[in-house]
């Protein structure tokens, strides 16, 4: 099977622009997860949809992170305006319905604001 | 609250000597626990995890881990490293009823021929 797909691999962006990132799970996984690593900090959750549904999204920073999942399939983040502090890698997971099933990771985005 | 704690952000190891990454958590609650590993531009790939049925956990690789509920401890072994072993190591911690998963800070592991 197809793993977890991000887009792009690497993304340089200069400060208060917008860059958007995507996501295509493992086909059939009803859910979806952000994860980011700034530099030299843990990965640290961000949020996770099941399905379309936002079911928890404590770990988003602040209101210039919009994150979607229109459809129950792919899913996008936006940084709108990107702040030097957002650089880092971007994870995106996604596993079953089925409770206690392993979560697969994606390669990440790699994120740089100058 | 739950954390996790890395105790060696890198480790060092001879090739064919064994491997030990150590990891304690602090859970108020039966934690999930698990072991990532991540190598050079790759995405994060589950090496094994404990969900209460056994102590000692196998993993892929050769890789297990045992848990010590009185020492709070998860800590990763692998009897004899290989140069393909190089990579960063995550334990990871999840609550019972939460899918969230909280992450150590890693320890990048080195194999020297």
């Known amino acids: 099977e197809a793993g977890v797909t991000q887009f792009p691999s690497h993304s340089v962006i200069e400060k208060g622009q917008t860059v958007t990132l995507r996501c295509d799970p493992i086909?059939?996984?009803?859910?979806l997860y952000w994860y980011r690593r700034v530099m030299g900090k843990e990965i640290k959750f961000l949020l996770h949809?099941?399905?379309?549904?936002?079911?928890?999204e404590s770990g988003m920073p602040n209101n210039r992170f919009l994150a979607e999942r229109t459809g129950g399939t792919y899913s996008t983040l936006k940084v709108q305006p990107a702040e030097l502090e957002d650089s880092g890698v971007y994870f995106c997971?996604?596993?079953?319905?089925?409770?206690?099933?392993?979560?697969?990771f994606g390669n990440g985005t790699r994120l740089t604001v100058t | 609250a739950q954390s996790v704690t890395q105790l060696d952000s890198h480790v060092s190891v001879s090739e064919g000597t064994p491997v030990l990454l150590r990891c304690n958590y602090s859970?108020?609650?039966?934690?999930?626990l698990f072991w990532y590993v991540q190598h050079p531009n790759k995405g994060l790939q589950l090496l094994l995890k404990?969900?209460?049925?056994?102590?000692l956990v196998k993993g892929i690789n050769g890789f297990e881990a045992e848990f010590k509920k009185s020492e709070t401890s998860f800590h990763l072994t692998k009897p004899s490293a290989h140069m393909s072993d190089a990579a960063e190591y995550f334990c990871?911690?999840?609550?019972?009823?939460?899918?969230?998963?909280?992450f150590g800070s890693g320890t990048r592991l080195q194999v020297q021929p």
């Open positions: 997971a996604s596993s079953h319905r089925d409770r206690g099933s392993p979560l697969h």
């Open positions: 086909s059939g996984h009803d859910n």
């Open positions: 949809f099941v399905k379309e549904s936002k079911q928890d």
């Open positions: 859970s108020s609650y039966s934690p999930s």
């Open positions: 404990y969900t209460s049925a056994a102590t």
């Open positions: 990871v911690v999840s609550l019972t009823g939460r899918r969230a998963l909280t």
